[in-house]
């Protein structure tokens, strides 16, 4: 009986395993999976049984964005593999996707329980709502914010020289990007901001008071509007502050969002 009798075909191997034959041709290309047997007269590829456990860790691998690049080195020449090394390399990759994939359906449930609490109200319609103290990281804006772009907010902050730990502290909800407006009788500030996680550690941060906000929803940019919107409200009183954020709305117009206005008495 000749060799490739004990042994499954290219064909056979890809039913068993998933693997398209297209993927075990460039397995064997970049020399991670070779044949264990090739037929000198009609080239054709053949596998043993086992070989299919090492394609299934291989196709796993890949799940796990693990790059195949890396695998070569778990290989004693073609004939055999370093198991252990392999399989605790595999562990590590799975647990780091695990955090990961934990991470992205927390920042998903922040977003569906954010959502929810805006959807309750209309475009236009004054409501409040109880907020908790927040800080913001600024930069001074030296005009007024009528043709402001906050997309252009985003990538300024992403600049910023404590961004990754920044986003390591934001792993699991989304911080607040927006204009920051300061209303006093010595004269009106204004500030691109983003939500930081606590005070102390971050440069050029301001604390933004806890209280009962007012606030409206809108597709225009309406901070520069904020005392007139908001006059019963403040009712002729000088000092306040406007903050001008995204919403967020399960239908999304990604070419003209859905922003936040809120005021609060000082």
């Known amino acids: 009986m000749s060799r490739k009798n004990k042994l499954l075909s ?15 041709r460039y397995y064997e290309r970049i020399n991670i999976l070779k044949p264990a047997y090739v037929d000198p007269n009609s080239g054709y ?10 394609v299934g860790l291989i196709t796993f691998y890949i799940e796990l964005d693990i790059p195949l690049r ?3 080195e778990f290989l004693n020449g073609q004939d055999s593999v370093n198991l252990d090394a392999f399989l605790a390399h595999g562990k590590k990759a799975a647990q780091k996707k695990i955090k990961t994939l934990e991470k992205g359906l927390k920042l998903i449930n922040f977003f569906e329980k954010k959502m929810a609490s805006q959807e309750k109200y209309t475009l236009e319609q004054l409501y409040t709502q109880e907020l908790p103290e927040k800080y913001f990281y600024v930069i001074p804006y030296d005009q007024t914010f009528d043709n402001a772009d906050q997309y252009e907010i985003v990538k300024l ?3 910023i020289p404590f961004y990754e730990a920044y986003e390591e502290a934001y792993a699991t909800e989304q911080p607040e990007y927006g204009f920051l407006y300061e209303c006093s ?14 005070n102390g550690v971050w440069p050029d941060y301001k604390t933004i008071p806890a209280g009962k906000y007012h606030c409206r929803q809108s597709e225009d940019l309406q901070i520069e509007q904020s005392r007139e919107i908001f006059k019963d409200y403040l009712n002729g009183r000088d000092s306040f502050i406007a903050i001008e954020t995204d919403a967020f709305h399960s239908k999304l117009n990604i070419s003209n969002p859905v922003g936040e206005l809120r005021v609060i008495a000082l």
């Open 45 to 54: 590829r053949y596998y043993s049984f086992k070989q299919a456990y090492l």
């Open 185 to 198: 009788p010595s004269g009106i500030r204004r500030y691109n901001f983003a939500e930081v996680p606590q």
């Open 10 to 24: 290219i064909g056979e191997i890809s039913k068993l395993t998933g693997a398209s034959i297209k993927s075990l």
């Open 70 to 72: 890396e695998l070569p």
């Open 157 to 159: 902050f992403r600049n």
